[in-house]
């Protein structure tokens, strides 16, 4: 688990760094996005809601929350290929166990991702719902 996290870590402080002057590709998703996710807890749904940061190095792209209402602390790694970002993500918040993939498609205009997150909760159980972002 430590390395998962310094390697995370370690990956996304190289994109901020080197991302600030090197972003290729036809989008740039560079900046603070508002992040809204649908999921279950305990039988019931839930909306969360968080502020997520993005950097980009050519087609690499690492995002992090930075704030926001959710309980989750998401971590994103990412690919772009044309209008659709896939990768993994990861809840960094304590004591959680949180994992999976995500795909989400960039509007024409570059103003929203949109998409669907699959991951294992804490008891490994599989749930799959809706993810947005609306740059901020």
Do not use: C
Request: glycine share 12%.
């Amino acid at each position: 688990m430590i390395a998962i996290f310094l390697g995370s870590t370690l990956e996304y402080l190289a994109a901020r760094t080197i991302g600030t002057v090197w972003r290729g590709g036809e989008y740039d998703v560079r900046g603070r996005w508002a992040s809204s996710y649908n999921y279950r807890s305990r039988g019931a749904a839930h909306v969360g809601e968080q502020v997520m940061q993005f950097h980009q190095v050519g087609r690499s792209v690492y995002a992090k929350n930075i704030g926001g209402t959710s309980p989750h602390r998401h971590f994103l790694k990412l690919k772009i290929d044309g209008s659709y970002l896939t990768g993994d993500w990861r809840n960094m918040a304590r004591n959680a166990n949180h994992y999976g993939v995500v795909q989400l498609r960039i509007t024409a205009d570059g103003t929203e991702m949109i998409g669907k997150w699959i991951g294992f909760d804490s008891s490994s159980s599989i749930q799959a719902n809706n993810w947005k972002l609306t740059r901020q």
